[in-house]
């Protein structure tokens, strides 16, 4: 196989991440508008702050990953990216669990002082939630950087899925409980998946692979950059909140962020699945692994700045049919957040160009850049424009943050 043949476009891989993003849409849409009427309003308010709790813990202690173990297992072979494997992963559990047993610390801090209303069953099952996901999304991460690409997009659609009709099937029977047991089987189905993807690739494996010099340090600055971008995306709503805009404002924010990003993951997990085989042949032609790379974001974009352009246009009536016509004057801030969207594929790109590149220091400088426009931008826009202001703080940091990202790219280049 040429070095050109080794970094064509992976179609086939493309194809599947697509694929599994729109049966992750179907999952969500179902989450979103079934489980709703089936619980009720009061019920409804405990499950979503119970899977805000468990998949926000599972994204947070994984931020960074992705590049991480597609940068470091791509590149290698055989035995060695087996052993190698195995040891990055010994290495991230270790990390991972120090930050779950943190959090989990401060859960039952939390279920003491407010027994009467936080029971100790909730915050368990909430608990076991968070730690099977947080196992599902390293082993998802895994998958990636070993290349079984199947596992890393359906690691999300499954979730859903499972917790879409166990709750459906178990509250009736047992309410709340039955609806927060439904949350734990989602996250375990993903886990299951991943173990059964990850563990064939990692029987053999000896135990004593050394891991190359600065890969902690890689790891390290990608979890920062990756931290301070997230302010980015969800800062939204809290900076509605935090500036006294009112409730209606600050959920108006959250409606606009939350499709925004929903197209935004979609376009850099989508993208992810070529990262492996291009820093694979980075190592033998840059330019042309590079090359690959721009393409895969000009397919993307190629798909999402229409999918964007109609959801703006139609933003209104969308959201009165969705959510209902109390909701409709969330379409300023959602037609905002949209043009946020729209620069997925040029955020990913950058990231991506900085992992094959081995600069993690562009992606923190970028997400730093990004972090402080959005919060000068939140600062004067949100007391006199609410959600639109949030939403333009938003599109301000992600075109920020974009920028500076190729920007340092540049100049160590």
Same mark, same amino acid.
């Given at each position: 196989?040429?070095?050109?043949?080794?970094?064509?476009?992976?179609?086939?891989?493309?194809?599947?991440?697509?694929?599994?993003?729109?049966?992750?849409?179907?999952?969500?849409?179902?989450?979103?508008?079934?489980?709703? *009427?089936?619980?009720?309003?009061? %019920?409804?308010?405990?499950?979503?702050?119970?899977?805000?709790?468990?998949?926000?813990?599972?994204?947070?202690?994984?931020?960074?990953?992705?590049?991480?173990?597609? *940068?470091?297992?791509?590149?290698?072979?055989?035995?060695?990216?087996? %052993?190698?494997?195995?040891?990055?992963?010994?290495? @991230?559990?270790?990390?991972?669990?120090?930050?779950?047993?943190?959090?989990?610390?401060?859960?039952?801090?939390?279920?003491?002082? &407010?027994?009467? %209303?936080? *029971?100790?069953?909730?915050?368990?099952?909430?608990?076991?939630? &968070?730690?099977?996901?947080?196992a599902a999304t390293l082993l998802s991460q895994l998958c990636l950087g070993l290349e079984r690409t199947a596992a890393w997009s359906l690691r999300y659609p499954l979730e859903n899925g499972v917790i879409v009709v166990a709750a459906l099937t178990l509250y009736p029977r047992a309410g709340l409980d039955g609806a927060l047991v439904?949350?734990?089987?989602?996250?375990?189905?993903?886990?299951?998946?991943?173990?059964?993807?990850?563990?064939?690739?990692?029987?053999?494996?000896?135990?004593?692979?050394?891991?190359?010099?600065?890969?902690?340090?890689?790891?390290?600055?990608?979890?920062?950059?990756?931290?301070?971008?997230?302010?980015?995306?969800?800062? &939204?709503?809290?900076? +509605?909140?935090?500036?006294?805009?009112? !409730?209606?404002?600050?959920?108006?924010?959250?409606?606009?962020?939350?499709? $925004?990003?929903?197209?935004?993951?979609?376009?850099?997990?989508?993208?992810?699945?070529?990262?492996?085989?291009?820093?694979?042949?980075?190592?033998?032609?840059?330019?042309?692994?590079?090359?690959?790379?721009?393409?895969?974001?000009?397919? +993307?974009?190629?798909?999402?700045?229409?999918? +964007?352009? @109609?959801? #703006?246009? !139609?933003?209104?009536?969308?959201?009165?049919? $969705?959510?209902?016509?109390?909701?409709?004057?969330?379409?300023?801030?959602?037609?905002? &957040?949209?043009?946020?969207?729209?620069? #997925?594929?040029?955020?990913?790109?950058?990231?991506?160009?900085?992992?094959?590149?081995?600069?993690?220091?562009?992606?923190?400088?970028?997400?730093?850049?990004?972090?402080?426009?959005?919060?000068?931008?939140?600062?004067? $826009?949100?007391?006199?424009?609410?959600?639109?202001?949030?939403?333009? #703080?938003?599109?301000?940091?992600?075109?920020?943050?974009? !920028?500076?990202?190729?920007?340092?790219?540049?100049?160590?280049?």
């Amino acid at each position: 196989m040429t070095d050109r043949a080794a970094v064509v476009l992976p179609w086939k891989a493309l194809a599947g991440s697509a694929a599994g993003k729109g049966v992750e849409a179907l999952t969500l849409a179902a989450l979103v508008l079934l489980v709703p *009427r089936a619980l009720g309003p009061a %019920d409804y308010g405990g499950f979503a702050v119970a899977v805000a709790l468990a998949t926000g813990i599972a994204t947070a202690t994984g931020i960074g990953g992705p590049a991480l173990f597609a *940068r470091v297992l791509a590149p290698l072979h055989g035995e060695r990216r087996r %052993d190698v494997a195995r040891a990055l992963t010994r290495r @991230v559990v270790r990390t991972r669990a120090a930050m779950l047993g943190g959090l989990a610390a401060l859960a039952g801090a939390g279920a003491l002082l &407010a027994p009467g %209303d936080v *029971r100790a069953l909730h915050v368990a099952l909430v608990a076991a939630a &968070a730690v099977l996901g947080t196992a599902a999304t390293l082993l998802s991460q895994l998958c990636l950087g070993l290349e079984r690409t199947a596992a890393w997009s359906l690691r999300y659609p499954l979730e859903n899925g499972v917790i879409v009709v166990a709750a459906l099937t178990l509250y009736p029977r047992a309410g709340l409980d039955g609806a927060l047991v439904a949350i734990a089987l989602g996250a375990a189905a993903a886990f299951a998946l991943g173990i059964a993807s990850a563990e064939p690739a990692l029987r053999g494996a000896r135990p004593a692979a050394v891991l190359a010099p600065g890969v902690l340090r890689f790891a390290r600055l990608q979890a920062a950059g990756g931290a301070l971008t997230q302010a980015v995306h969800r800062g &939204a709503a809290p900076a +509605c909140a935090l500036a006294g805009a009112g !409730a209606a404002a600050t959920g108006h924010a959250a409606i606009a962020a939350g499709a $925004a990003l929903a197209i935004t993951y979609a376009v850099l997990q989508t993208m992810l699945v070529a990262l492996p085989g291009v820093a694979r042949a980075h190592e033998r032609d840059p330019p042309t692994a590079e090359a690959v790379l721009r393409r895969t974001a000009l397919w +993307c974009a190629g798909t999402v700045l229409p999918i +964007c352009a @109609v959801l #703006a246009v !139609a933003a209104e009536p969308l959201l009165a049919a $969705a959510l209902g016509e109390a909701f409709r004057p969330a379409a300023a801030a959602l037609r905002i &957040a949209l043009a946020a969207a729209a620069l #997925a594929p040029l955020w990913a790109l950058a990231n991506q160009l900085a992992a094959v590149r081995a600069q993690p220091e562009a992606v923190l400088a970028g997400a730093a850049v990004g972090a402080i426009v959005f919060a000068l931008v939140a600062l004067l $826009a949100v007391p006199a424009a609410g959600a639109s202001g949030a939403a333009t #703080a938003m599109l301000a940091g992600v075109a920020a943050t974009s !920028a500076a990202t190729l920007a340092a790219l540049r100049r160590r280049a």
